[in-house]
Nanobody
Framework: QVQLVESGGGSVQAGGSLRVSCAVS????????MGWFRQAPGMEREGVAD??????TNYVDSVRGRFTISKDNAKNLFLQMNSLRNKDTAMYYC????????????????????????WGQGTQVTVSS
């Protein structure tokens, strides 16, 4: 069983930066697609960024160039968020699925066969003007 625990959320002013982390425990080898999703109040959960077992990353257009996803040797996951905007306010969730790849944007779009199998409990990010 894989457990994902997010941390690092908080409140920041627009234009500022935050780094959220996802601690991974349980059995997990290197063959995982891992990523970050977010959900604002009253909105659908949306994919933000993912990283495949080989380090290839994908980003949605709204965060490309501002957010950077990474992982360490222990397979913990990180999301560095710069130039934050009010619209980035949301609960941020870490997710994972055992796979040889993320299928481009398939994991972020939760397409059939690429749905995340594991989710964290979320960490809140609030961006104010």
């Amino acid at each position: 069983q894989v457990q994902l625990v997010e941390s690092g959320g908080g409140s920041v002013q627009a234009g500022g930066s935050l780094r959220v982390s996802c601690a991974v425990s349980g059995y997990i080898d290197s063959m995982y697609c891992m990523g970050w999703f977010r959900q604002a109040p009253g909105m659908e959960r949306e994919g933000v960024a993912d990283i495949d077992p080989y380090g290839t990353t994908n980003y949605v257009d709204s965060v490309r160039g501002r957010f950077t996803i990474s992982k360490d040797n222990a397979k913990n996951l990180f999301l560095q968020m710069n130039s934050l905007r009010n619209k980035d306010t949301a609960m941020y969730y870490c997710a994972a699925r055992r796979a040889y790849g993320c299928g481009g944007l398939a994991f972020l779009q939760r397409r059939t066969g690429y749905e995340p199998a594991y989710w964290g409990q979320g960490t809140q990010v609030t961006v104010s003007s």
